[in-house]
T-cell receptor, first 115, second 113 residues
Framework: AQKVTQAQTEISVVEKEDVTLDCVYE???????LFWYKQPPSGELVFLIR??????QNEISGRYSWNFQKSTSSFNFTITASQVVDSAVYFC????????????FGTGTRLTVIP | DTAVSQTPKYLVTQMGNDKSIKCEQN?????MYWYKQDSKKFLKIMFS???????INETVPNRFSPKSPDKAHLNLHINSLELGDSAVYFC????????????FGQGTRLTVV
């Protein structure tokens, strides 16, 4: 069975602080994909990143970075120098096995950045 | 241009009514989905269609019936609405089946009173 756990329900940080959102996944499939989505207060879901199970390289995109570690089944998301516009609910998701037609979402982490 | 568009954005209706939510994507994608987000923000897939054919039908009551007239459209019809159907419903599309980036609509907030 596929499962995604985001243990942090809510996080509050002061603007310009760094923050890491945790994601732990479970799957018996050897090939799978991991995703992060952002849901701002306006409600839409915005794609942030997709990572396949064969690629453990960390990725950086501006203030965003992702740390994928298969050994711990984790795909953590770090925002550096957080801004008020980063306030949103962030979802980690898993698609497995390769070729699957489904996204299993975590329960989300609500991030509040305080000015 | 909106890639995945849903209408309406808000829907308030009484128990027992029948309602439809429409979804259209202009991305040329083959695969479309309906997801339900409950009051606790939990997102779960309901249906998946690939080239107008049903691929995934999760444990969803028969009152929910998706219809895909063509691969750019996936509408959701709900019969005999119940209070527990209140949620935000998201339409999404992917280029093809399997593991690709999903583009989501802006969601339809359904409130059953």
């Amino acid at each position: 069975a596929q499962k995604v756990t985001q243990a942090q329900t809510e996080i509050s940080v002061v603007e310009k602080e760094d923050v890491t959102l945790d994601c732990v996944y479970e799957t018996r499939d050897t090939t799978y994909y991991l995703f992060w989505y952002k849901q701002p207060p306006s409600g839409e879901l915005v794609f942030l990143i997709r990572r396949n199970s064969f690629d453990e390289q960390n990725e950086i995109s501006g203030r965003y970075s992702w740390n994928f570690q298969k050994s711990t089944s984790s795909f953590n998301f770090t925002i550096t120098a957080s801004q008020v516009v980063d306030s949103a609910v962030y979802f980690c998701a898993l698609s497995a096995p390769a070729g699957a037609n489904n996204l299993f979402f975590g329960t989300g982490t609500r991030l509040t950045v305080i000015p | 241009d909106t890639a995945v568009s849903q209408t309406p954005k808000y829907l308030v209706t009484q128990m027992g009514n029948d309602k439809s939510i429409k979804c259209e994507q202009n991305l040329g994608h083959d695969t479309m989905y309906w997801y339900k987000q409950d009051s606790k923000k939990f997102l779960k897939i309901m249906f998946s269609y690939n080239n107008k054919e049903l691929i995934i039908n999760e444990t969803v009551p028969n009152r929910f019936s998706p219809k895909s007239p063509d691969k750019a459209h996936l509408n959701l019809h709900i019969n005999s609405l119940e209070l527990g159907d209140s949620a935000v419903y998201f339409c999404a599309s992917t280029l093809s089946q399997g593991n690709t980036e999903a583009f989501f609509g802006q969601g339809t907030r359904l409130t059953v009173v």
